[in-house]
């Protein structure tokens, strides 16, 4: 028996998503800049695929970029929006805004402060609608109100919020950054949305694919499935997640990190006094239950989470936190075992 | 019936490569970078592939940078290796590389002149290996063993290589850029080699993937499929191919472009004088023959090929000429079926 609680790195591929994408994979070899009819069949489905994204998104097909990660989508916008001036962002980001802002004057902000630290030199700005460690969420209405007052293009990385909550393209928010492996869709793929009115230098230049904004061949089998993946977003699964979430924490005698501000509904990063982080991530591992210190980067979790750090949380509480992440498929008997794996562990540690 | 002869711009998946991919599309989510038993399965997919593609490419697993295309990685290292100076490169090259390039000082040069065109500011050199529309073949050997007296590094663009004949990393070359797709392995995957003495600044940063030049959540089933793909790389296929496509323009009254030198073994670029290409190309699609009339870009083919115009070519043999590019599937049936078409073809046009 294994129990997946580590879906904010990755999810497993809805078999639905498979499905989707196997014709892609097994017939013809598919080309959409191709001229001839297997050119024009995977045209088709390169139009399909983002007419369905953009009705779920509310807003138009040009609007839409694909790309081949979350990662790639927020180093596209950032790099591809930035004008001069100076970044305002949030020492909370994912390491791929973090990475890319180093590169141009940046100005850092806990997120519910950026209304006091705007200031005449901010050109652009970059924050997380979910944090991807602790599930916090951003007042997205409030901050994409203060961008469009002050006409500074705003960044929205959206990765952990797409099928985890619902997503509303406030007029102020210039774009958006997604990734498809986080919510059941195939690895390698992402997306950006980009207000129409909006010119982006592309990161990857050439054959002029994407409306001349992301060259190379369209990974068709993973743009289908990124699109299902999308289809089969359901706002029934927020509640059971929720449901998940509020049950676990309920019967835990743990401290909740992020519960400071509203939080999406499927992260539960929680800190137990006393017990050694890392330790009780390989007593659950060996106890069959995946689960993380936090964002999963090639670095491993060795080191304390920036982000709790960043927080203001102290040393102690932060190497006595997991991260438990759960998605749709997570089952109220993932949820008991858990639990009944914590009341042992506890029974044990307490003789 | 249809005949694919397109080769060059995408590859029909190889079933073995999809029956690769299909375990880890079906069932844990593999995050390489997660620390539990899931992470630590991904991470060994990760280095097994890795090291499958080293042994091919007869270099060090560390030297393998995944990607999600060709134009991807040749972005990569035109960006990640400039390091100021003029950039030697050829009007014949992909755009991936004409494009990247235009944000430098670039000289032009034809392949065949690039001693005489070397001086003192050239600081990065920019060749494709194989000219992906005519099939025209670089002198690889002595452009290294030029790049490596002059100690200029090199870039070569290999997509148009890998999978059409050997390849060997003769110590003048730095890096090369792969694609998966085009050697009937995953789309939106691509690879690059990066010799181990030379730094890259990375285009995507972030979680530090890929020995920190590459972030992103690695994209396993496509890194899998690609490694799949290479593996079953076969020279045999190559002298298929060969005589394929010789037995081809043997049968055929046209002019061969890019036959003043040495051509890959799938590429068939051919002006049949005082023919429309744009409705040869039509005719040859109603017929479901599968050509193009050279790089698939989402311009269409719309435009005179730029390569056969840098070649001095003329217009009129520029718009009398497809090319067909072959693949290790194709048969001779295919073959000899393309040969009755332009046989009844030029009866027609006759009488």
């Not at 200031?119 to 901010?122: A, D, Q, T």
């Given at each position: 028996m294994t129990i997946y609680l580590d879906n904010n790195a990755t999810t497993a591929l809805d078999p639905r998503v498979l499905k989707a994408m196997l014709p892609l994979m097994q017939e013809e070899p598919l080309n959409p800049s191709s001229i001839h009819s297997y050119g024009r069949a995977a045209k088709a489905h390169l139009t399909f695929a983002r007419k369905t994204i953009s009705d779920y998104l509310n807003c138009?097909?040009?609007e839409l970029i694909f790309t081949s990660s979350g990662s790639e989508s927020l180093n596209t916008l950032i790099h591809g929006l930035y004008r001069g001036g100076t970044i305002l962002t949030s020492p909370l980001e994912h390491s791929c805004i973090l990475e890319s802002v180093k590169r141009y004057p940046t100005k850092m902000t806990m997120p519910d402060q950026i209304e006091s630290a705007l200031?005449?030199?901010?050109s652009l700005m970059v924050f997380s609608a979910v944090n991807g460690e602790t599930g916090a969420m951003l007042d997205l209405e409030h901050i994409a109100n203060l961008a469009n007052y002050h006409r500074i293009p705003l960044i929205i990385d959206a990765v952990a919020l797409l099928g985890r909550g619902p997503i509303t393209l406030y007029p102020g928010i210039t774009a958006m950054g997604f990734s498809g492996?986080?919510?059941h869709g195939p690895k390698g793929t992402g997306l950006i949305y980009l207000r129409s009115n909006h010119k982006l230098t592309p990161l990857i230049s050439g054959g002029g694919q994407e409306h001349g904004l992301r060259s190379g061949t369209e990974n068709l089998p993973g743009i289908v499935g990124l699109s299902k993946a999308i289809e089969l977003i359901n706002p029934s699964d927020f509640i059971h997640m929720q449901t998940m979430r509020d049950h676990l924490e309920s019967n835990l005698d743990a401290q909740v990190n992020g519960n400071e501000t509203s939080r999406i509904c499927n992260v539960s990063n929680l800190s137990f006094p006393g017990v050694d982080g890392e330790v009780l991530l390989m007593q659950l591992d060996l106890a069959g239950i995946a689960a993380s210190h936090g964002s999963a980067c090639s670095s491993g979790g060795l080191q304390p989470s920036h982000v709790l750090t960043a927080m203001g949380y102290n040393q102690d509480r932060i190497r006595s936190s997991v991260r438990l992440s759960l998605s749709r498929i997570t089952t109220q008997s993932d949820i008991d075992h858990t639990l009944e794996f914590f009341k042992n562990l506890f029974a044990n540690n307490s003789t």
């Open positions: 138009q097909p040009s200031s005449s030199n901010i492996h986080k919510i």
